[in-house]
């Protein structure tokens, strides 16, 4: 199995970008899909963004489109999420999610490998 820990979180500027990181360990992230989801405090963890790991597909919640991306370095074993033009919405604790399950999944019950979280705020 794979072990995943996110970083990159922080307080930050509405319009600022920031990005966070996904390292994996245990098993290469080759063959994984690799999720994010966030939960805003007091609301349900919500899906935001993934890519499949055979092709450069990416799928996206209509929050984060066009203005989140995922990218992965396979050879750091580390998967990204870019953020760009960010809203005090987008507050939230930010989680990386794998599974070898699927080539691609935007589901929470998808995902078998989940980190920690990181948090994001967003001041306005």
């Known amino acids: 199995q794979v072990q995943v820990v996110e970083s990159g979180g922080g307080l930050v500027q509405a319009g600022d970008s920031l990005t966070l990181s996904c390292v994996a360990s245990?098993?290469?992230?080759?063959?994984?899909?690799v999720g994010w989801f966030r939960q805003a405090p007091g609301k349900e963890l919500e899906f935001v963004i993934s890519?499949?790991?055979?092709?450069?597909?990416?799928y996206s919640a209509d929050s984060s489109e066009g203005r989140f991306t995922i990218s992965r370095d396979n050879a750091k074993n580390t998967v990204y999420l870019q953020m760009n033009n960010l809203t005090p919405e987008d507050t939230a604790v930010y989680y990386c999610?794998?599974?070898?399950?699927?080539?691609?999944?935007?589901?929470?019950?998808?995902?078998?490998?989940w980190g920690q979280g990181t948090q994001v705020t967003v001041s306005s």
């Open positions: 890519g499949s790991w055979n092709d450069d597909k990416t």
């Open positions: 245990g098993r290469t992230f080759r063959s994984y899909a």
């Open positions: 999610a794998a599974t070898e399950r699927f080539i691609a999944a935007m589901t929470r019950n998808d995902y078998d490998y």
